[in-house]
């Protein structure tokens, strides 16, 4: 396998940050859920105050290659506050190409995300994985995250749309 490395999202890789969205969603069997667009990815995280920062992996170009570096993985991760913990970085999504699996590229985004969260003086670093995806969940408990499920019985809720609109009263 070639160097990969891995670096700060630039604005000029929304669009292969898109395609590897899209990729993770069929993955997780969600492809209808993806809504967002190249331009707002651009708006969200390039702008005057990002909702969020990112991380990808790339390949360099082979030899007499004439496009740029190929993306090949991404990690899209922002702050949070714990009221019981303070600052806190939440990785939304990691997500390597199938092909490049198993290289040890995911522990390397991971790892790129706790030194973020570390400089940043955060006390923890979240994130959620679906109940079958084992092959993950076995990856972050081997990097020595704590399955908070298993452990304090938490369960994720999201208010969505419509269930938004009515809670709003509009």
């Known amino acids: 396998m070639a160097s990969v490395r891995i670096r700060e999202a630039e604005e000029g890789d929304c669009g292969q940050i898109l395609r590897l969205i899209r990729e993770l969603a069929e993955y997780e069997k969600l492809s209808d859920q993806v809504q967002i667009s190249e331009e ?6 390039f702008g005057e105050n990002p909702l969020y920062r990112c991380l990808v992996a790339d390949l360099p170009p082979a030899p007499g290659d004439t496009q740029g570096p190929r ?4 990690g899209l991760y922002y702050f949070i506050y714990s009221t019981w913990k303070g600052r806190t970085v939440y990785l939304e999504d990691i997500y390597v190409t199938p092909e490049y699996r198993g290289q040890g590229i995911g522990s390397k985004i991971i790892r790129r995300v706790a030194q973020v969260a570390l400089d940043q003086g955060c ?8 109940d079958w995806n084992q092959r993950a969940m076995a990856l972050y408990k081997a990097l020595g995250a704590q399955d908070l499920t298993e452990a304090e019985g938490w369960h994720a809720f999201t208010f969505d749309g419509e269930a938004m609109r009515k809670l709003a009263g509009k």
């Open 40 to 45: 707002a990815l651009r708006a969200d995280g």
């Open 71 to 74: 993306v090949v993985g991404y």
């Open 123 to 130: 006390s923890q670093f979240r994130l959620a994985v679906l």
